[in-house]
Structures are given as C-alpha cells and as structure tokens.
C-alpha cells in the first residue's frame, strides 16, 4: 500500500515538473542571448549614414569575446565584401575588422562571437555610404 501511494504521487508530480521545466527553458533561452558579453559598442553605429568609407570597423564586447564569424555584404544585392580574417578569433573586448574600399551604397554586417564561458552570439548591423 505505501508503495503505491509514492507511485500514485510521482506520477502526478511528473506532469507539474514537466511544465516547470518547459518554462524554464522557454525564458532562459532568451535571456542567455543577452546575458553574455553582449556587444556594447560599434562604429560606424547602426544605421549611421556616412559621408566617406570607413577603412575600419571597430566592435566593443562588455568581455573579452573571439568574432567566430564576420560577414559584410551590400545590402542591395547580397554581394559579400571580401575581407581578410585577422579579426577572427582574437580573445579581446575591442576588435577592429579592416575594411577594404567600399563604394557608396548599404551595407550589411552580421557577425557571431563566443564569449568566455563558450556561449556563442550574434548579431547584424548596417551602415551606408552616401557621399555627399
Ligand atoms: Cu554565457
């Protein structure tokens, strides 16, 4: 009879964790996106409308963070500017992508990056080149 009872109540508890957990996951995932090292500055910042090409772009983690992957493309078309891979895995906050010249036009950036504790994140950003 005991044993019955703890069967009888485990299986009722089951569904009860079941939920709980499935909530859990549902609003830690996207915390998670933000909580680590997110990317506090960038420049050109997004959206900025420039008068020249930038030679440089500059990306600012809250932590020390390796860029995995950084594409840069023209948003008109989708052609991807070719770009050297310096930048890519280099454990810092601050990393610099060298640009080539780039033509007037929007651009772009989508980048990923793993942070210290291994998660990975991303994120895109566009800028344009309107000379005047
Ligand atoms: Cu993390």
């Known amino acids: 009879m005991p044993f019955r009872f703890v069967r009888h109540a485990a299986l009722a ?4 964790l079941l939920l709980a957990l499935s909530m859990l996951v549902s609003v830690s995932v996207p915390i998670s996106v933000q909580a680590h090292s997110p990317m506090t ?3 050109p910042a997004d959206g900025a409308r420039l008068t020249s090409a930038p ?10 963070s390796r860029l995995i992957r950084f594409g840069l493309a ?9 770009l050297g891979d310096d ?6 906050a601050d990393h610099t ?3 080539p010249p780039l ?12 942070g210290e504790d291994g998660h990975v994140i991303k994120g895109r950003f566009s ?3 309107a000379p005047e």
């Open 13 to 16: 508890v089951a569904p009860v």
């Open 87 to 92: 930048h890519l895995m280099v454990e810092a």
């Open 97 to 99: 992508v060298t640009l």
């Open 127 to 129: 800028f344009t080149i």
């Open 103 to 114: 033509g007037a036009g929007s651009y772009v950036a989508s980048w990923r990056a793993m």
């Open 41 to 43: 500055s960038v420049t």
């Open 55 to 64: 030679a440089t772009i500059e990306m600012r983690f809250r932590d020390p």
């Open 74 to 82: 023209a948003a008109e078309d989708g052609t991807d500017v070719a």
